[in-house]
C-alpha cells in the first residue's frame, strides 16, 4: 500500500444492527479492507445496547486505523420512534468516531444509491451487487454492504472534497469511482 492512500470507515447506523466497512482509496484503485456488523442485544435495555455499538465501534476504529468516516443521515419518514432509535444509535457510532478525531462526512441514502450505482432510487439488492462487484467480495450481511457503499460513496462525493488526502482531488475520485462503476457494468454486459 502506497503512503498516498486513504483508508475510509463506513457506518449504518441501526440500534438493531450497525454495519460498518473499511475500504481503501489509492489512486485510482477502491479495496476492500474489512467489513461486519454489530449486532447488541435485542432483549437488553437501550442504554446497554448502545454502550454496545459504541464499544465495538471503538474496537473497530482501532482495529483498522481509518484516515476518514463517513456515515449515512437520518430520514425520517412516517415513523418517529424509529428514526429517534436510530439516531440513538447513530449517536453512539459518533461517539466513537468523535473520540478518535477522524474527519466526518454525513450523507443522505439518496446520495450513497447515486454514487454507487449511478441512480438514487436503487434499491438494497442493486446496491449490494455494485458493491460486491467494485470491491470483487461478498459483503458479510446487508447492514455491512450498506456501510461499504457509504464508505465507497465517500470517494465519489462532490460536497466533501477533503475526505481525500491533498494529493487526491475530489475531482480524480469521482473520476476513478466513475471509471470503476462503468468497467463493471461493461462486464455485465458482455456477459
Known amino acids: 500500500m502506497s503512503k498516498s492512500g486513504v483508508n475510509i470507515l463506513g457506518i449504518d447506523p441501526g440500534l438493531r444492527s450497525t454495519g460498518w466497512g473499511v475500504i481503501r482509496l489509492d489512486g485510482h484503485r477502491l479495496t476492500w479492507i474489512a467489513d461486519g456488523m454489530i449486532n447488541p442485544n435485542p432483549k437488553a435495555s437501550d442504554e446497554a445496547r448502545l454502550l454496545e455499538i459504541e464499544t465495538a465501534m471503538t474496537a473497530v476504529l482501532q482495529d483498522h486505523q481509518p484516515h476518514r468516516a463517513c456515515i449515512e443521515e437520518i430520514f425520517v419518514a412516517k415513523n418517529p420512534a424509529s428514526a429517534l432509535k436510530l439516531g440513538m444509535a447513530r449517536g453512539a457510532a459518533l461517539v466513537a468516531v468523535a473520540r478518535f478525531g477522524l474527519p466526518l ?87
Open 105 to 191: 462526512l454525513t450523507i443522505s441514502a439518496r446520495r450513497v444509491k447515486q454514487n454507487v450505482t449511478g441512480s438514487g432510487r436503487a434499491d438494497k439488492d442493486q446496491v449490494t451487487a455494485m458493491v460486491s462487484r467494485l470491491l470483487n467480495i461478498t459483503p458479510s450481511g446487508v447492514d455491512a454492504a450498506d456501510a461499504l457503499a457509504i464508505a465507497i460513496a465517500a470517494t465519489n462525493d462532490q460536497n466533501e472534497p477533503d475526505m481525500m488526502t491533498p494529493s487526491k482531488t475530489a475531482k480524480g475520485a469521482r473520476s476513478a469511482l466513475h471509471a470503476a462503476i462503468q468497467k463493471v457494468l461493461e462486464k455485465e454486459s458482455q456477459s
